[in-house]
């Protein structure tokens, strides 16, 4: 497995506190992703980064920020989570140019009450 | 909406037998990557697939890919129960140098021994 590791794995919070998942690589891989995985949705972007202090907005960014001040260091924050906010919660990492495959996490569940 | 559609969303077969799988999109692309995701577990890359190809082979996958029809499809064959995952498209429009994909919502195939 490439060297992806997030924290929590699991997480129950209560509707207008504040979360943050973390996601961490040894790969040294530029690019990073955050994304959300819901039944009859897929896999939706939220944000992306292209290196340290350099993010974008994905498709689904409403209620997240990220940020990233080292290179292996990815974080999404839910300033006050909503219960829309409910999801697995995964982070993936590439080289970022053409004809690169991602590499993903074990993934976050977050249940928000 | 999702940039890519699979079909079936769901496919049950027994051990031994082909599976194919589909995948539609709706704007021009540069690649096209499969991956799988077991139950409770982060996406595996399987193939990336350029424009430029039309069909490529893995071991027991073969993906083909038709860019006048914008639709491609995975197979594999003498498929074993190891196989039962979920089986995501997903598209690199390559609009900028980022590696962002587009998922879609994926394919559940059960694999009976």
């Known amino acids: 497995d490439a060297g992806i590791t997030q924290s929590p794995r699991h997480k129950v919070t209560e509707t207008g506190t504040p979360v943050t998942l973390r996601c961490h690589q040894t790969?040294?891989?530029?690019?990073m992703y955050w994304y959300r995985q819901d039944p009859g949705h897929g896999l939706r972007l939220i944000h992306y980064?292209?290196?340290?202090?350099?993010?974008d907005k994905g498709e689904v960014s409403d209620g997240y920020s990220v940020s990233r001040s080292k290179t292996e260091d990815f974080l999404l924050t839910l300033e006050s989570a909503t219960s829309s906010q409910t999801s697995v919660y995964f982070c993936?990492?590439?080289?970022?140019?053409?004809?690169?495959?991602?590499?993903f996490g074990p993934g976050t569940r977050l249940t928000v009450l | 909406s999702q940039q890519g559609e699979e079909d079936p969303q769901a496919l049950s077969i027994q051990e031994g037998e082909n599976a194919t799988m589909n995948c539609s999109y709706k704007?021009?692309?540069?690649?096209l990557q499969w991956y799988r995701q077991n139950s409770g577990r982060g996406l595996v890359h399987l193939i990336l697939?350029?424009?430029?190809?039309r069909e490529k082979h893995s071991g027991r996958l073969r993906v083909t890919l038709d860019t006048s029809k914008k639709s491609s499809s995975l197979l594999i064959t003498a498929s074993r129960a190891a196989d039962t995952a979920s089986y995501f498209c997903?598209?690199?429009?390559?609009?900028?140098?980022?590696?962002?994909?587009?998922f879609g919502q994926g394919t559940t195939l059960q694999v009976k021994p």
């Open positions: 993936a990492i590439s080289e970022g140019f053409s004809y690169n495959e991602q590499f």
């Open positions: 790969e040294n891989h530029r690019y």
């Open positions: 980064s292209y290196g340290v202090k350099d993010t």
């Open positions: 704007t021009s692309i540069n690649n």
């Open positions: 697939i350029r424009s430029n190809e």
């Open positions: 997903a598209t690199d429009t390559g609009s900028s140098n980022t590696g962002k994909l587009i």
